[in-house]
């Protein structure tokens, strides 16, 4: 039972374009989300948080949205710039601790092309 | 700061033999745990150490996995006897109980990817 899924294995975006990943929930004990990045080869690298309290966080080009009624939230990215072409995990903390297990998503493949 | 390291980067071995992978957590940080992502699906916890104390090994697959953090510094995990659904990419991540520039994130190593054949 996957309580973190992300639907669209693959997005392919144009350079200085918006990407918009997204990321669906199933459990209501969530309340504290983040986006990793992961690029071949290395370690998912923290990206941007949000948490349940609030509905939107942005940091640069990237802006969080969290829809808690849809248990949906969305990463946009704006503009896409190549770099950002990596794997894109989401990720969810339960239970209100800060230092409990990450429940992850399949991940989302984001290629920006120049 | 060095960031999180992992030993080896790949290992291959066959079905049946035994593997030990290591991981040196971030110096400071009390939390550890183990992920393993198969055949490019989602990252799945496996267990979480505070210090030298499993506080979650929910995420444990069977008992052929076990998993060590002597003196609460890095961290081992053995395979033993291996079997071919063990293989992945086994990522290590560390965290401070408190503080820092986000309390929840967890800093990833680089990985070792297990190849049994």
């Known amino acids: 039972d996957q309580q973190v899924k992300q639907n669209s294995p693959s997005l392919s975006v144009q350079e200085g374009r918006i990407s918009i990943l997204n990321c669906d929930y199933t459990?209501?004990?969530?309340?504290?989300f983040l986006w990793y990045k992961k690029y071949p080869a290395e370690g998912p690298t923290f990206l941007i948080s949000?948490?349940?309290?609030?509905d939107k966080n942005e940091d640069g080009r990237f802006t969080v949205f969290l829809n808690k009624s849809a248990k949906h939230l969305s990463l946009h990215i704006v503009p896409s710039q190549p770099g950002d072409s990596a794997v894109y995990f989401c990720a969810a903390y339960a239970g209100g601790t800060s230092y409990g297990k990450l429940t992850f998503g399949q991940g989302t493949i984001l290629t920006v092309h120049p | 700061e060095a960031g999180v390291t992992q030993f080896p980067s790949h290992s291959v071995i066959e079905k049946g033999q035994t593997v030990t992978l290591r991981c040196d957590p971030i110096s400071g940080h009390d939390n550890l745990y183990w992920y393993r992502r198969v055949m490019g699906k989602e990252i799945k916890f496996l267990l979480h150490?505070?210090?030298?104390?499993?506080?979650?090994e929910s995420g444990m697959p069977n008992n052929r996995f076990l998993a060590e953090r002597t003196g609460g510094t890095y961290s081992t995990l053995k395979v033993q006897p291996a079997e071919l659904e063990d293989s992945g990419v086994y990522f290590c991540?560390?965290?401070?109980?408190?503080?820092?520039?986000?309390?929840?994130?967890?800093?990833f190593g680089p990985g070792t990817r297990l190849t049994v054949t």
């Open positions: 949000i948490s349940s309290i609030k």
């Open positions: 991540a560390s965290s401070q109980l408190a503080g820092g520039r986000n309390r929840y994130e967890q800093y």
């Open positions: 150490f505070v210090k030298e104390s499993k506080q979650d």
């Open positions: 459990n209501s004990m969530f309340d504290y």
